[in-house]
């Protein structure tokens, strides 16, 4: 997968809500299931299968078979292309927020 398409990729599978949701619950755990993901969020257990398989598809989580059970967990690297492409627009936002620094320190000494 190239880059650019790395980076749609996970911006494409973030940008849904409910994924993103999904996504932040796997993170806050060390493994767990869709049973797990199921329970009090309002989405259907197939609904939160096709969001985890998206997750999935994007790097962002990975799945370990045990028994009759699934459980995920985050993949921190699956985040890597969007990260790099943020901190590339970084260094152009840390310089304008300087240059504004600098023009309210001259507005008002």
Do not use: C
């Amino acid at each position: 997968m190239t880059e650019a398409a790395a980076i749609n990729a996970v911006m494409r599978t973030l940008a849904d809500p409910t994924r993103r949701a999904v996504f932040e619950r796997v993170v806050m755990s060390d493994e767990i299931t869709v049973v797990e993901l199921t329970r009090g969020s309002g989405v259907t257990q197939g609904a939160i299968s096709q969001h985890l398989k998206s997750l999935k598809q994007a790097g962002l989580v990975a799945e370990r078979p045990e028994g009759r059970k699934v459980y995920y967990r985050a993949q921190p690297e699956g985040l890597a292309p969007l990260v790099d492409w943020m901190s590339h627009y970084g260094v152009f936002w840390r310089e304008r927020f300087s240059n504004l620094r600098t023009l309210l320190k001259e507005i008002d000494p």
